[in-house]
């Protein structure tokens, strides 16, 4: 039986997160604004209209993964940035990242089962330890997962990827899927275990507001080109291929204070995508956006409109 979207706020809910009011995982987290331009290389790949050279507005929003609200930056964890663009018919098109190269499961029901492994308690390290003997590819991506949950020294100085394939469509048909990567112009900058542990919980949001302060913060968009024998459906599956092209840049700011006032809820959707950018078959992707109305069940009390991307 496949898992629901309720099934994956009992999990979330169950390893600390999904709490009310907040969302179910990157609880905490500030928004930012800021501009997205196009590299010339972005419109020889997709015909979408933010990728044609003109710079368009772009909502930022940095977190912390974990679905605790009060969870400290100075603690291991993956970091997430999501960016909502505003094309120039007023619609909308969502840029999901996260530190993590890959996710840790193919399916949505390896990774709700992961969950429920990882529930607080004696128990958990025999869970842990079924979960990895029915899941042997866990135990490959743990590199990975390793490398996600080191404490920056900025939101700004850390790596960001997509974990999902698109299709991205050119105006002259031809197409190719491609996975995200935003890589920080700042370079990458983190922190040892001793020198994290002597910062302030909420660091990293005072560190960008006060980088903010002396100038943009930028990331150079980069979609990385699939090769033949690279999976597109699956989101827990490394890429053979190293062709990749700088299709833009992001241009953060300054901190938002208009978003989510009086009922205002932003929700950022992989599955938003727009003409010229089409979403994959991945079983996760497509799962995402019913697991995200659920969210906003969860912290608004609210169902969440027709705004949301049919799946």
Do not use: C
């Amino acid at each position: 039986m496949a898992v629901t979207p309720d099934d994956a706020i009992k999990a979330i809910r169950g390893s600390g997160g999904a709490q009310p009011g907040y969302r179910a995982l990157h609880a905490k987290g500030t928004l930012y604004h800021g501009r997205f331009t196009a590299s010339p290389e972005a419109a020889t790949l997709s015909r979408a209209k933010h990728l044609d050279g003109s710079s368009v507005p772009a909502l930022f929003r940095f977190s912390n993964g974990a679905g605790n609200p009060k969870q400290p930056d100075n603690v291991p964890g993956v970091r997430g940035l999501a960016v909502k663009l505003t094309l120039p018919d007023g619609s909308t098109t969502d840029v999901s990242t996260q530190t993590a190269r890959l996710f840790v499961s193919s399916t949505p029901d390896g990774f709700i089962d992961l969950l429920k492994a990882m529930r607080p308690g004696p128990a958990m390290p025999l869970r842990m330890a079924a979960y990895a003997a029915t899941h042997p590819k866990l135990l490959g991506a743990l590199p990975v997962l390793r490398d996600a949950n080191r404490v920056p020294a900025s939101y700004a100085t850390v790596e960001y990827h997509g974990l999902h394939a698109f299709r991205w469509v050119a105006a002259d048909g031809s197409a190719r899927f491609v996975r995200y990567h935003l890589h920080p112009v700042a370079g990458e900058d983190f922190l040892s275990g001793g020198a994290a542990k002597g910062r302030d919980p909420d660091f990293l949001h005072h560190e960008l507001n006060t980088r903010l302060a002396g100038g943009p913060v930028r990331f150079d968009f980069r979609v990385q080109i699939a090769g033949p024998n690279d999976s597109t459906v699956d989101p827990s599956a490394p890429w053979r291929s190293t062709e990749t092209v700088t299709v833009g840049n992001f241009e953060i700011t300054g901190i938002d204070t208009e978003r989510e006032h009086d009922g205002d809820i932003v929700v950022f959707d992989p599955m938003r995508v727009t003409d010229g950018i089409e979403p994959s078959d991945d079983k996760v992707l497509h799962f995402r956006t019913f697991a995200y109305s659920a969210s906003v069940k969860l912290r608004s009390g609210v169902d969440r409109g027709a705004e949301a991307p049919p799946a």
